[in-house]
């Protein structure tokens, strides 16, 4: 007799692991499958976010950005550096230090929540008596069965045809992040988030760095106004950005790898660089997954197919995150797996896809959560527009750290809030007020009337709301 759970959910990312947690607290038996292997083959819970993703790159981030600082900016403050040097290898295993806790946190919630983990690969065998069949095939192979399955198998890197992945030369995210010594010259394929979040570990850390954007817009999905003050920004420290080109051959050898392009000129040209990283979006994952075997319905790029509710077409399964359609944000993930841990114990999770809000942590960092002033202009909504420098925040000015804006939307009659952009230190942080604005479907007013703490940088938001009203104070 197989081993038999309430909930089955097959893999241990955000999506995943933050579900089965979930669906344990409302009481039901919780089993997580999960594939990951670390170094010595060992689990590694917590999927692309955990291990290759969302912790690692900002751990990187943060180092690099020390290093940037104390080489450049620290003087400012009267503090002179010298003897300055970098250990990458002390770096990067700090991040795989930061990656094990992660881990391990994971491991030790599952204990805490009584969900029971399965290191290996999930794949379905047959739906029978109300109950599906689940293969487990890790270091033991075993079958364990399920009333609801929650597939959670995330994503992988989008490769560019003909050009795979050997992670030496040419590296997706997961190569990326592990780069032993600091390249001369780095090529990034795609000015997307990986692209400019890892571009810019590199560059500060003292590589060449060269971006190619097939797109002839910068960051065509963030407010352009907001992209624009970014690239800006970006260009000024170093990042050399061409948009609009079409990449063509890709020869990787001994001595580094070629790329051969037509820039936006039409001219042919060839970067030759040392290392290439190719961050052109990631494909849902159903690999091993079996879904062919119980009927499970994918569409043309390989996602499942869920309604609203995160349901597929097969009874009591579901799946989440980056499998299903959407933002493959870690955040977006886990709000649809406490969403489905609740609709299967007959509560009414929901998921607002209006609030989830969006963050590339650059310097200067881009938060933004609701509609741009593009998209609001394309639905002939009206609105009113007002922004608010960091150059005019005291806190900013303090830091040393004045580029960008706080830009907030609302509507032209009811003063809702419709959307808010920020380029700038912190903007990450900054957002979650803003969030919190628009799930209370706050006015701009709102915002504009309640008491932010002085000297901060929320103060920028503050203003920010005023602007909307054209009566800002400090500007
Ligand atoms: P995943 O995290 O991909 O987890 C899926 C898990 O399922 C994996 O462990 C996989 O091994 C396992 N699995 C797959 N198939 C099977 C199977 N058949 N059996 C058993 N196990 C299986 N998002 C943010 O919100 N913020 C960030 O700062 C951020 N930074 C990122 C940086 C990088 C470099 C990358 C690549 C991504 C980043 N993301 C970020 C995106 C984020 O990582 C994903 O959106 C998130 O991990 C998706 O979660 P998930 O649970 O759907 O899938
Ligand atoms: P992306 O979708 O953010 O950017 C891909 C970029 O590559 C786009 O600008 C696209 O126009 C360009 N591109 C596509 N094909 C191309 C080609 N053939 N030649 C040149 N350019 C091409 O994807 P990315 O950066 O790979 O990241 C994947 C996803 O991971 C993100 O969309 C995001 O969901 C998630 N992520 C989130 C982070 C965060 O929240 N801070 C950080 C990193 C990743």
């Known amino acids: 007799m ?10 241990g990312g955000p999506g995943g692991y933050i579900g089965a947690i979930r669906a344990a607290q409302l009481g039901f038996n919780v089993a997580c499958i999960d594939e990951w292997k670390n170094a010595k083959g060992g689990p590694a819970l917590g999927g692309t976010c955990t291990n290759v993703g969302c912790i690692p790159s900002k751990a990187l981030l943060q180092s690099s950005e020390h290093f940037e600082q104390a080489g450049h900016h620290f003087a400012d403050h009267g503090i002179n550096v010298s003897g300055l040097s970098l250990d990458v290898a002390k770096m990067v295993a700090r991040k795989d230090t930061v990656v094990k806790q992660n881990n391990d946190g994971i491991v030790y919630l599952f204990k805490k929540n009584k969900v029971t983990f399965f290191h290996g690969r999930g794949s379905f065998v047959a739906a029978k008596d109300n109950l599906y069949e689940i293969k487990v095939a890790g270091t033991v192979e075993e079958t364990i069965s399920g009333k609801h399955v929650v597939i959670a198998t995330g994503s992988n890197a989008r490769a560019l045809p003909g050009t795979p992945f050997d992670e030496a030369n040419i590296l997706s995210n997961d190569g990326a992040l592990r780069i032993g010594a600091v390249p001369k010259k780095l090529g990034l394929i795609g000015s997307g988030v990986i692209g400019l979040e890892m571009g810019s570990v590199w560059r500060r850390l003292g590589a060449e760095v060269t971006v190619l954007e097939g797109l002839p817009t910068f960051l065509g999905a963030v ?16 990042l050399k950005i061409e948009l609009g080109v079409k990449v063509g051959e890709i020869k990787s050898g001994k001595k580094g790898v070629s790329v051969a392009y037509t820039n936006a000129k039409g001219e042919a040209v060839s970067l030759d660089v040392d290392k290439l990283i190719i961050s052109i979006g990631r494909v849902a994952n159903t690999i091993g997954l079996a879904a062919d075997a119980v009927g499970l319905a994918l569409d043309e790029r390989g996602a499942i197919v869920v309604d609203g509710d995160c349901k597929t077409n097969l009874p009591n399964v579901w799946a989440v995150g980056d499998v299903v359609r959407g933002p493959m944000l870690a955040h977006k993930a886990e709000e649809e797996g ?87 230190p912190m903007a990450s942080e900054l957002i979650a007020e803003c969030v919190v604005a628009m799930e209370f479907r706050a006015s701009s007013e709102d915002i504009a009337r309640i008491c932010h703490a002085h000297p901060s940088l929320s103060e920028a938001t503050k203003e920010a709301a005023l602007a909307v009203d054209k009566r800002t104070l400090n500007f």
């Open 2 to 11: 197989s081993k038999q759970f309430d909930v089955i959910v097959i893999g």
């Open 223 to 238: 407010d352009q106004q907001i992209a624009k003050e970014a690239h800006k920004a970006f260009v000024k420290q170093g």
């Open 338 to 424: 406490v969403a489905v841990a609740e609709r299967i114990a007959g509560q009414h999770g929901h998921v607002n896809f209006n609030t989830i809000p969006w963050v590339i942590y650059t310097n200067p960092e881009i938060a933004w959560v609701g509609q741009t002033e593009e998209q609001l202009k394309a639905a002939g909504r009206a609105y009113k527009a007002g922004t608010f420098p960091f150059m005019a925040n005291g806190r900013a000015r303090a830091l040393g750290d004045t580029t960008g804006m706080v830009k907030m939307l609302a509507d032209a009659v009811t003063d809702e809030i419709l959307g808010v952009h920020i380029v700038g």
